[in-house]
């Protein structure tokens, strides 16, 4: 019940106004319909009364009427339930989506690391944008559904009290067989949850840019298509086999409810012929019954809804209630004005759920208005320096220091807007090139320091031949989009770095990309910064050999 509360609670805060309306517009279709069924049982009599007698009168025309008003009040009610409703789950949709986007951003890095966040979060994404509304819409049914079946029921009591309980009796068997098929297919979907993350990867691979090129080079379409439909075709297997299962339940189910109408129904017939009940009486009673199953079926899909939903939403709030270990100090130093020394002092630390330290008692000071490179072999850890500088983990053993102060008695988020970093894997936005600069310092850097930062990563002598220069669009994901070599995407990541004017620079495999040219004009922008920056080069190249 809890989780099925907190689904309320954030369908109602995404729009209280339409939350309210739904429950109005639930009550008002649940209503309307046993009244006209009411009103059905006088016509019948009415115009059978007026046959008898030759005429049908004034009261045929004003039930005739009111039931044509009726109907008209439900359509209209409907339709705008429909729009209400597709108002609610829109809202909803943006409000779940910033959940899950806010959440992401604030775990740590080790989460990404860990195969078991990755399910965690593909269970949250499947369910997020839809479990709540259907909670929602399960408690609306089951509420009208009530409303319904006590208005049936006061009809039916007039016949036999026998009705009700076989009609309560038919749907029993299927609501054993609803409850049984969502926890099996929510055990299913759990369990499963890498497979399906394997197709959605394989999916990837046959149709993301990422993959495109070396997919033609290499021909391995086919083997990936292959992959793809071998786990599509055991996810199908196994969901089949529960399909039959549960196929078979719901024809057992549907006997009985065939066997209740008869019995219903050759009972309504026999009180008619004795002249205990009128035509109309025996319409309305019929229709009764057959709403009322209806009725009852939609109370049983309402409760097995409730009870599959409340598995599957625990899914997302699974997913919330992450909470990230890098975490700012209960009273946070304020970062110094001026950083003069970053140091490692003895870190061990290895990445999570790794057999193997990727740095192991490593100290290192570099400082202010030096450049301290770091060399080493792939896979020594000099990436992971940078990560670690940034606290984006935290080593096991050791100390990471700014002016001597352990950076994590700092905000993380002030420690890492006081540096500029250049990833080896750096991140191509498909933004204009001012957005991809401006990202540094968050939309506040003027069209001046935009152009500066170009000029220094030497990203300017290509930009400026651009169709609209700083303007233009990058990446051919959107129409209009210029694309870039990799080495003149390297140098827009540069300027990023270089925009924010942090006293601490850390590039890490800066000319991996870069041409003769483009490296000298880095060396250039370098020495110029050297004398006010604290400069951690991370390198296993011999180009810049000369400024360490």
């Not at 046959?206 to 990936?224: I, Q």
């Not at 012929?273 to 035509?279: D, P």
């Not at 490179?373 to 670690?388: E, Q």
Request: include cysteine; charge should be positive; proline fraction near 3%.
């Amino acid at each position: 019940m809890k989780n099925l509360w907190k689904a309320l609670r954030m369908v109602h805060s995404c729009n209280p106004r339409s939350f309210w309306l739904r429950v109005v517009y639930v009550v008002l279709q649940s209503v309307l319909p046993l009244v006209n069924l009411y009103i059905l049982k006088g016509l019948i009599d009415s115009v059978t009364a007026g046959a008898t007698s030759g005429g049908y009168g004034l009261q045929v025309m004003w039930l005739l009427i009111t039931m044509c008003f009726v109907f008209l009040l439900n359509r209209i009610v409907s339709a705008l339930n429909g729009i209400n409703n597709d108002v609610l789950s829109q809202r909803l949709v943006d409000h779940v989506s910033d959940l899950l986007q806010r959440q992401s951003a604030r775990l740590d890095m080790q989460y990404y690391d860990n195969p078991a966040y990755h399910d965690t979060f593909h269970r949250a994404q499947q369910e997020a944008t839809y479990r709540p509304l259907q909670i929602l819409n399960n408690i609306m049914s089951f509420g009208g559904a009530v409303i319904s079946i006590i208005g049936v029921v006061a009809m039916l009591l007039t016949a036999s009290w026998w009705v009700i309980v076989v009609m309560i009796v038919a749907v029993v068997p299927g609501f054993a067989v609803r409850l049984y098929k969502a926890r099996r297919i929510y055990r299913f979907r759990r369990e499963n949850t890498q497979l399906y993350r394997r197709t959605s990867y394989y999916g990837a691979i046959l149709t993301a840019r990422d993959f495109a090129k070396e997919l033609r080079a290499f021909r391995f379409a086919d083997l990936f298509r292959g992959r793809f439909v071998d786990a599509r075709k055991q996810l199908v297997v196994r969901l089949m086999s529960i399909s039959r299962r549960l196929g078979a339940l719901d024809v057992l189910c549907a006997f009985v409810e065939a066997a209740a109408m008869f019995a219903v129904v050759w009972l309504l017939v026999n009180r008619a012929w004795a002249g205990a009940i009128t035509i109309g009486s025996f319409v309305m009673l019929f229709e009764a019954f057959r709403r009322g199953q209806g009725y009852l079926s939609s109370l049983v899909g309402a409760v097995a809804g409730l009870y599959d939903n409340r598995l599957f939403i625990g899914n997302l709030f699974e997913f919330l209630e992450l909470e990230p270990t890098i975490l700012p100090s209960a009273e946070p130093l304020a970062m110094p004005q001026e950083i003069n020394e970053v140091e490692f002092r003895d870190v061990t630390f290895r990445y999570p759920d790794m057999q193997r330290d990727v740095l192991s008692h490593f100290s290192l000071c570099a400082r202010r208005g030096e450049i301290t490179r770091i060399d080493g072999r792939n896979g020594f850890g000099k990436s992971t320096l940078i990560k670690l500088l940034l606290r984006l983990y935290d080593p096991q053993q050791g100390t990471v220091l700014v002016n001597g102060i352990d950076i994590r008695r700092f905000d993380p988020a002030e420690l890492r807007s006081r540096m500029g970093v250049l990833f080896q894997d750096f991140a191509r936005y498909n933004l204009s090139v001012a957005e991809n600069i401006q990202l540094s310092a968050q939309n506040v850097l003027t069209e001046e320091c935009v152009k500066h930062a170009l000029q220094l990563s030497g990203a300017d002598t290509f930009v400026n031949a651009l169709p609209e220069k700083e303007a233009t669009l990058l990446g051919r994901l959107f129409d209009g989009g210029a694309e870039l070599s990799m080495g003149q995407w390297q140098r827009i990541a540069l300027a990023r770095a270089l925009a924010s004017d942090a006293q601490v620079l850390l590039l890490d495999e800066p000319t991996a990309w870069l041409d003769a040219d483009a490296r000298r004009h880095l060396q250039q922008t370098l020495r110029e910064l050297e004398p006010t920056k604290i400069i951690l080069l991370i390198t296993h190249s011999q180009t810049l050999d000369e400024l360490s």
